[in-house]
Nanobody
Framework: QVQLVESGGGLVQAGGSLRLSCAAS????????MGWFRQAPGKERELVAA????????SYADSVKGRFTISRDNAKNTVYLQMDSLKPEDTAVYYC???????????WGQGTQVTVSS
């Protein structure tokens, strides 16, 4: 059974930092793209950052480029999202996602709340 468990959310002041973690288990993710999405109240879920489990070339939404960094630790089966220079508009529930390459198979974590106060 595939599980994605997020952690690391919380309340932080504008300009602060948080690091989110996504622990993946239940299968081999070598042919998956790992992504972080977020959903703010009243808005659609949006892709924030993504990285292939094998290889590199991370991608970012324009709104977080230069502030957020996605990385992975293959030995720990964990994906991270380092968030710096946080802004109030970054406030949202952040979700971890694993999407199989060339397939519609996709898994989601339960989400973790990030709140940035001004």
């Amino acid at each position: 059974q595939v599980q994605l468990v997020e952690s690391g959310g919380g309340l932080v002041q504008a300009g602060g930092s948080l690091r989110l973690s996504c622990a993946a288990s239940g299968r081999t993710f070598s042919s998956y793209v790992m992504g972080w999405f977020r959903q703010a109240p009243g808005k659609e879920r949006e892709l924030v950052a993504a990285i292939r489990w094998s290889g590199n070339s991370p991608s970012y939404a324009d709104s977080v480029k230069g502030r957020f960094t996605i990385s992975r630790d293959n030995a720990k089966n964990t994906v991270y999202l380092q968030m710096d220079s946080l802004k109030p508009e970054d406030t949202a529930v952040y979700y971890c996602n694993a999407r199989a390459l060339f397939s519609t198979i996709s898994y989601w974590g339960q989400g973790t709340q990030v709140t940035v106060s001004s």
